[in-house]
């Protein structure tokens, strides 16, 4: 099956109608629900080296170094050889992890916190 030969003067006709054809695909697939927007709104798994890391942190490279060795809560990294990475969605999480609550605890959560680490309890118990 051969294609037609377009002539110049078709031409103008051909695009409108070509373009008529395009605007009802894109109907179609709005209907099927593609939105030609990807699902994922995650920042991307992409490698970043000490400098970005600090950039992205808000942190200098001194304190990088140090939150690494951290104990209680250390930035995740990777060390391979001299070189340290990290990845942009783990620093952003870390930094998400460390968020404090808004909703003060009730005097009933302070009071058992309190005493939880307490190896003798008064005779006369609490005055809370």
Not at 4 to 24: M, Y
Not at 40 to 64: D, H, M, W
Not at 80 to 97: H, P, Q, T, V
């Amino acid at each position: 099956m051969e294609a037609p030969t377009i002539t110049f003067d078709q031409l103008p006709n051909v695009v409108g109608g070509l373009s008529e054809k395009l605007d009802r695909v894109l109907e179609l697939l709005e209907k099927a629900g593609f939105t030609g927007h990807s699902k994922q709104s995650k920042p991307s798994r992409r490698l970043v080296y000490t400098k970005e890391a600090c950039q992205i942190i808000g942190k200098s490279l001194s304190s990088l170094y140090r939150g690494i060795k951290a104990p209680n809560d250390p930035i995740p990294s990777y060390k391979r050889g001299k070189l340290l990475y990290f990845y942009e969605d783990e620093l952003y999480a870390w930094i998400e992890g460390g968020r404090k609550h808004s909703v003060a605890p009730s005097l009933a959560e302070t009071a058992a916190a309190m005493t939880a680490g307490m190896k003798r309890r008064p005779r006369g118990g609490y005055n809370f």
